[in-house]
């Protein structure tokens, strides 16, 4: 059998699916039917400090390919975080990563330490594409200095993998992801949902409460796979790919493009078995392929690429 294990600098996963964050809750709510043993980790919900109420609804409206949310970071806080849904998700069989969001560096420092000192988190990932979290007037996620501030304040806190979420909605990703590695990261997402709305035609209204939400499944994926592309290539921590995530051949792209694990959200709502069939995808690639390891994937089509491009040069 192939060994389909994945590392991500401290944590190794059985294999590279990750469930993402906000797409199971805390977990436990989907254990009658998503099977956690299948999964390599899951995300738990992005907590804040104070509990949050999120947005008005409506929260969701499809697309054509793919999916708009504006939940808007509802979520139950620290306090109940810890003392209620993580000790549920501990018993779950899989690797728990904790997701957490604040307004400023304080906040990280303190939501990173509270999650990051529970043995029952394996690794603190930090969502630096909240829409509240604002340097002045720009956000974090396209701010280098913001990001980098932010990363310092909770890599002072934890000595768990520190894993940042980065958003594609940037014009510079580059230089927020080399930001965020400065500071500390041991491994950074690429990426969270970009932007978008639609207007219900009857209602004369914006679908969303939110007016704009966040577009994620397959819509997304072509997007965020060419940033994983430039960022693999230029940081030397772990990327974990994630955008419309919904089949083996989609991770092995990621794969090859240069994630080191995947993370599956929208995909779930249409097939919560979608992870198991990914995993067993790519073990029988694996095996079709002769592959013994998924480091032989991981980066793959830049490998490729190189090779053709010097094939050229020397004809
Ligand atoms: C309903 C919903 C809720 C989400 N909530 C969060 C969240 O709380 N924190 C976060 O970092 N990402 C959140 N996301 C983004 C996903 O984790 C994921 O990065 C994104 O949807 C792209 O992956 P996908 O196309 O596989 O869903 C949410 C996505 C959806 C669809």
Redesign the pocket.
């Known amino acids: 059998m192939p060994d389909i294990t994945t590392k991500i600098t401290g944590l190794t996963l059985r294999n590279p699916v990750v469930l993402?964050?906000?797409?199971v809750g805390y977990g436990p709510e989907y254990a009658e039917l998503i099977d956690y043993e299948t999964v390599g980790a899951i995300?738990t919900?992005?907590i804040t400090r104070e509990p949050r109420e999120g947005n008005p609804p409506p929260r969701?409206a499809e697309t054509h390919a793919?999916?708009l949310?504006a939940?808007g970071?509802e979520?139950v806080g620290l306090r109940r975080f810890l003392s209620e849904k993580l000790p549920e998700a501990a018993e779950l069989p899989t690797e728990i990563i904790a997701?957490v969001?604040g307004g400023t560096p304080a906040e990280f420092c303190e939501l990173a330490g509270a999650v990051g000192e529970r043995d029952a988190v394996r690794a603190v990932?930090i969502?630096i594409?909240c829409p509240n979290v604002r340097r002045e007037r720009r956000p974090v996620w396209d701010d280098p200095e913001g990001t980098a501030a932010v990363v310092t304040a909770a890599r002072s806190a934890t000595k768990k993998p520190l894993i940042v979420?980065l958003s594609p909605n940037t014009a510079d990703i580059l230089s927020v992801a080399e930001a965020a590695v400065g500071a500390g990261a041991d491994a950074l997402?690429v990426?969270?949902?970009m932007p978008g709305m639609r207007i219900d035609l009857e209602k004369r209204l914006p679908a969303l409460g939110n007016v704009t939400g966040?577009l994620?499944?397959h819509a997304?994926?072509p997007i965020?796979l060419a940033l994983v592309w430039k960022v693999s290539a230029a940081v030397d921590v772990p990327v974990i790919g994630?955008?419309?995530?919904a089949t083996a051949e989609d991770a092995l792209e990621f794969l090859m493009a240069g994630a080191t694990a995947v993370?599956?959200?929208?995909?779930l709502f249409l097939d919560p078995g979608a992870p198991a069939a990914i995993v067993w995808g790519i073990r029988e690639h694996m095996r079709m392929n002769g592959a013994e390891t998924i480091d032989e994937y991981i980066g793959l089509a830049r490998e490729e690429k190189q090779r053709c491009t010097e094939k050229i040069a020397a004809d």
């Open positions: 993402a964050s906000g797409t995300v919900k992005t969701l793919g999916l949310n939940i970071l979520n997701s969001a990932e969502n594409s979420k997402v990426a969270n949902t966040g994620s499944g997304l994926m965020n994630s955008g419309g995530i993370q599956v959200g929208t995909a």
